[in-house]
């Protein structure tokens, strides 16, 4: 059975900081990109940021570029987004997603599996 679960959300004041975590299985990890993806009440889904597993490319979305970082421990099958610096705007539920043919410069693809997401809250 294929999973992504995410974790690592929460409630923080602005400038704070808080790591996701994305925990897949269930598949070929090596073999996809993860992707992680945002949506606010009200606002279409956003990509945030991605990595392939296979050469660890990666992206950011400008708005987040200098605050978050993303990385694959790919012995543990996980992808963590460490997000830094966070503004009240960054509020979401952030999804990770798992495709095999990502443009990782762009994020852009269809993506395969996808977690159930987790609430990120930032007070001003």
């Known amino acids: 059975e294929v999973q992504l679960v995410e974790s690592g959300g929460g409630l923080v004041q602005a400038g704070g900081s808080l790591r996701l975590s994305c925990a897949a299985s269930?598949?070929?990890?090596?073999?996809?990109?993860i992707g992680w993806f945002r949506q606010a009440p009200g606002k279409e889904r956003e990509g945030v940021s991605c990595?392939?597993?296979?050469?660890?490319?990666?992206y950011y979305r400008d708005s987040v570029k200098g605050r978050f970082t993303i990385s694959s421990d790919n012995a543990k099958n996980t992808v963590y987004l460490q997000m830094n610096s966070l503004k009240p705007e960054d509020t979401a539920v952030y999804y990770c997603?798992?495709?095999?043919?990502?443009?990782?410069?762009?994020?852009?693809?269809?993506?395969?599996?996808w977690g159930q997401g987790t609430q990120v809250t930032v007070s001003s």
């Open positions: 269930g598949f070929t990890f090596d073999d996809y990109a």
């Open positions: 990595i392939s597993n296979s050469d660890d490319i990666t």
């Open positions: 997603a798992a495709g095999r043919f990502i443009a990782t410069m762009t994020c852009t693809g269809g993506y395969d599996y």
